[in-house]
């Protein structure tokens, strides 16, 4: 396991909560991070773990060889990979996310 890879996985393990994204929570840089944002925000989501992969090229290569995931935002929770912006959407839409993440329905 890489340098990058032995990072990503202490990020997962030791946040209940973590979303590998472009930019910051504050300040996403693409659309689907903001989004990714958005429905962790109206899940109501208190102990956020953000990671700006636009930080560390490393990390940004090292979290698709990590989840098999060919793309970013990736949202763990409680060390395990839940999916992209996509699944996030229908799983937010379908009152699964919520439930995963413990969130008030």
Same mark, same amino acid.
């Given at each position: 396991?890489?340098?990058?890879?032995?990072? =990503?996985?202490? %990020?997962?393990?030791?946040?209940?909560?973590? %979303?590998?994204?472009?930019?910051?929570?504050?300040?996403?840089? *693409?659309?689907?991070?903001?989004?990714?944002?958005?429905?962790?925000? !109206? *899940?109501? @989501?208190?102990? %956020?773990?953000?990671?700006?992969?636009?930080?560390?090229?490393?990390?940004?290569?090292?979290?698709?060889?990590?989840?098999?995931?060919?793309? =970013?935002?990736?949202?763990?929770?409680?060390?395990?990979? @839940?999916?992209?912006?996509? =699944?996030?959407?229908?799983?937010?839409? !379908?009152?699964?996310?919520?439930?995963? %993440?413990?969130?008030? !329905?």
């Amino acid at each position: 396991m890489s340098d990058a890879q032995q990072r =990503i996985d202490e %990020l997962v393990k030791s946040n209940r909560v973590v %979303l590998f994204m472009k930019g910051t929570s504050q300040f996403p840089q *693409c659309g689907f991070s903001g989004r990714a944002i958005q429905i962790l925000k !109206a *899940c109501q @989501v208190g102990d %956020l773990k953000t990671v700006n992969v636009l930080e560390d090229d490393g990390v940004r290569q090292g979290i698709k060889a990590y989840s098999d995931w060919p793309t =970013i935002p990736q949202l763990y929770v409680n060390g395990e990979f @839940v999916g992209g912006s996509d =699944i996030m959407t229908e799983m937010y839409q !379908a009152g699964e996310l919520q439930t995963v %993440l413990g969130a008030p !329905a």
